[in-house]
């Protein structure tokens, strides 16, 4: 079992930036995908970020829409990712989740490809 907490959410202004950060526990996933997910209010659960192993590297891939202004990374010693959000809008206001996978080599898009969630932490960005 993997137990994930996140933690960083807040209220901030439009144009800050504002740091998410996800500590893993239990079995180690070290070699495993690790994303990060929102969910405006009223909307689905969507895609924002992964991190994962490809058989070239590391590989991360991002959704249109933070592409350019957010960063994912990941401190394998601490077992932790990371969420780096800058040039926050309005429309990033959302509920954030880390997720991770236990099927290694994949960079999964959608939801049921992951099988840990964590809480989720708030972010809100006032225009």
């Known amino acids: 079992q993997v137990q994930l907490v996140e933690s960083g959410g807040g209220l901030v202004q439009a144009g800050a930036s504002l740091r998410l950060s996800c500590a893993a526990s239990?079995?180690?996933?070290?070699?495993?995908?690790m994303g990060w997910f929102r969910q405006a209010p009223g909307k689905e659960r969507v895609f924002v970020a992964v991190?994962?192993?490809?058989?070239?590297?590391?590989?991360?891939y991002y959704a249109d829409s933070v592409k350019g202004r957010f960063t994912i990374s990941r401190d394998n010693a601490k077992n932790t990712v990371y969420l780096q959000m800058n040039s926050l809008k309005a429309e990033d206001t959302a509920v954030y989740y880390c997720?991770?996978?236990?099927?290694?080599?994949?960079?999964?898009?959608?939801?049921?490809?992951?099988?840990?969630w964590g809480q989720g932490t708030l972010v809100t960005v006032s225009s």
């Open positions: 997720a991770a996978d236990k099927t290694p080599g994949r960079l999964g898009v959608q939801n049921w490809e992951y099988d840990y």
């Open positions: 239990g079995r180690t996933l070290s070699a495993n995908a």
């Open positions: 991190m994962g192993r490809r058989w070239s590297g590391t590989t991360t």
